[in-house]
């Protein structure tokens, strides 16, 4: 590459998934560091129905890249968050009984440590089935998950938990706290690697959470 055609790509990040190297989701700056290359694989948990069966399957490139900039480990993307996190998601967290006993000794201790209670607010972002949120209900703390993905929200409902079916990003934030669900705390448990604009994300963090 040249020295021109590098200076381009950092100055338009678009310019880079033109070029065949895709931008850094953190800083922008063309990846072309591979660190580990699987070859092409289907999109996690998307399981066939019987009558896609006959239909090909698509498949994508899976590879570990690292930013030479901000040293970001990174998958480049391929398909939209709403289609890879559907209506239908099969990944529902409270199937692990080891993961639910983890997530209730971490509600206690955040219980204890930040002297949550009824006058607290706690909202989980990818709450997914409630595997959480479920704990803090018996403790009296007002909870809310926020979860685009329809069928794990359903049953995080059912179980006493309001949710907002959403993708969660600075706009999803301004509009909760303007709706009165500023949080003392807010868990986010394995979905930052699956956010397409992790600035956004965690911008909504600097929203949401209270000055405290």
Same mark, same amino acid.
């Given at each position: 590459?040249?020295?021109?055609?590098?200076?381009a790509?950092?100055?338009?990040?678009?310019?880079?998934?033109?070029?065949?190297?895709?931008? =850094?989701?953190? =800083?922008?700056? $063309?990846?072309?560091?591979?660190?580990?290359?699987? &070859?092409?694989?289907? #999109?996690?948990?998307?399981?066939?129905? $019987?009558?896609?069966l006959?239909?090909?399957? @698509?498949?994508? @490139?899976?590879?570990?890249?690292? =930013? &030479?900039? =901000?040293?970001?480990?990174?998958?480049?993307?391929?398909?939209?968050?709403?289609?890879?996190?559907?209506?239908?998601?099969?990944?529902?967290?409270?199937?692990?009984?080891? %993961?639910?006993?983890?997530?209730?000794?971490?509600?206690?201790?955040?219980?204890t440590?930040?002297?949550? &209670?009824? !006058?607290?607010?706690?909202?989980?972002?990818?709450?997914?089935? *409630?595997?959480?949120?479920? %704990?803090?209900? $018996?403790? *009296?703390?007002?909870?809310?998950g926020?979860?685009p !993905?329809?069928? !794990?929200?359903?049953?995080?409902?059912?179980?006493? #938990?309001?949710?907002?079916?959403?993708?969660f /990003?600075?706009?999803?934030?301004?509009?909760?706290?303007?709706? /009165?669900?500023?949080?003392?705390?807010?868990?986010?448990?394995?979905?930052?690697?699956?956010v397409?604009? #992790?600035?956004?994300?965690?911008? /909504?963090?600097? #929203?949401?959470?209270? @000055? !405290?």
């Amino acid at each position: 590459m040249s020295a021109n055609l590098a200076a381009a790509l950092r100055a338009d990040p678009k310019l880079s998934a033109q070029a065949g190297a895709p931008a =850094c989701k953190f =800083c922008g700056t $063309p990846v072309q560091h591979v660190m580990a290359d699987l &070859g092409m694989q289907p #999109i996690a948990n998307a399981y066939r129905r $019987p009558e896609e069966l006959h239909k090909m399957e @698509p498949f994508f @490139p899976l590879r570990a890249l690292v =930013c &030479g900039s =901000c040293k970001l480990v990174q998958a480049q993307e391929f398909e939209s968050a709403e289609n890879m996190f559907s209506a239908d998601y099969a990944y529902f967290a409270s199937y692990s009984d080891a %993961w639910l006993a983890h997530a209730k000794k971490y509600v206690e201790d955040m219980t204890t440590r930040f002297h949550l &209670g009824a !006058t607290s607010k706690v909202v989980e972002i990818a709450a997914n089935d *409630g595997y959480l949120l479920r %704990w803090f209900l $018996p403790k *009296g703390v007002p909870v809310l998950g926020v979860e685009p !993905t329809a069928s !794990t929200a359903k049953a995080a409902a059912a179980l006493g #938990i309001p949710v907002e079916v959403r993708f969660f /990003g600075r706009e999803t934030a301004t509009a909760l706290k303007a709706a /009165g669900h500023a949080a003392d705390l807010m868990p986010a448990n394995n979905v930052v690697a699956h956010v397409p604009d #992790i600035n956004d994300f965690v911008g /909504g963090f600097k #929203i949401l959470l209270k @000055p !405290t």
